[in-house]
């Protein structure tokens, strides 16, 4: 029988370290939310339509190449398919998390689902512990509510005032920046160390790439690189 929220009451301490934990990732992704707002001012739509995007993507990489395409008069079906492609990644990080919250009732899987994106990923598959179930998904809202409430704060202040930064700023840099840092949260083993080291060197290498493609690719060649170190490294402890 599924559980309900009573099963599960509020633990504050938990939402709290959440937050906590979540504050040096969410800096960084601030100024990329100002780029994201800028970005919707550009495109042919109402600044509450550019705002909305933040509610029904929630995705920064994706929510910004939807912004860019749009602008640039692509048919809508390329940009949905542009969109899902960026997001497919969250299919991964679904399967890695199941086992970490197996028994979790539905009312945090539709919440939880929504708000799982990047920062908090790093966040919850950095552990190295395994709390109780209450204290993880707690924990995970805490961290959910954070980068959410960010997002849609810096969003709103690039919609407003986007055109008044300077262009010397180059705000589009903390894109990678921030990649980088999610990176460094996985360098736990050898695969980790090869993911960081050759998805950031791509992604800052492409970072001039229009739309946030250089964060994609970055975002494929890390993957990919640790998944083959991966491969070789159990080769390597099979072999007798």
């Not at 550019?50 to 048919?75: D, K, M, P, Y």
């Amino acid at each position: 029988m599924e559980e309900s929220s009573s099963s599960y009451p509020f633990d504050r301490a938990a939402f709290l370290q959440g937050i906590r934990d979540g504050i040096p990732l969410a800096i960084p992704a601030f100024p990329f939310g100002l780029v994201v707002g800028f970005a919707a001012t550009q495109a042919p739509i109402s600044a509450l339509a550019g705002w909305s995007t933040s509610q029904i993507i929630f995705a920064g990489s994706a929510q910004l190449v939807a912004l860019e395409l749009f602008a640039a008069g692509t048919a809508g079906w390329l940009i949905v398919a542009a969109v899902f492609m960026i997001n497919s990644r969250h299919l991964m990080y679904s399967a890695a998390m199941k086992s970490r919250i197996e028994g979790a009732p539905l009312w945090f899987r539709v919440i939880g689902g929504y708000v799982l994106m990047d920062q908090l990923f790093a966040i919850q598959d950095a552990w190295t512990e395994d709390p109780p179930l209450r204290f993880r998904i707690w924990h995970w809202l805490g961290c959910g509510a954070l980068f959410w409430s960010q997002w849609q704060v810096g969003v709103l202040l690039g919609l407003s005032f986007g055109d008044a930064i300077p262009e010397s700023w180059e705000l589009t840099f903390v894109i990678p920046l921030m990649f980088g840092g999610l990176m460094i949260l996985s360098i736990r083993n050898r695969p980790g160390l090869v993911a960081a080291v050759v998805g950031g060197t791509v992604t800052i290498a492409l970072r001039g790439l229009p739309a946030g493609w250089g964060l994609l690719i970055g975002i494929i060649a890390g993957v990919t690189a640790g998944a083959i170190a991966e491969g070789r490294v159990s080769d390597k402890e099979a072999t007798p």
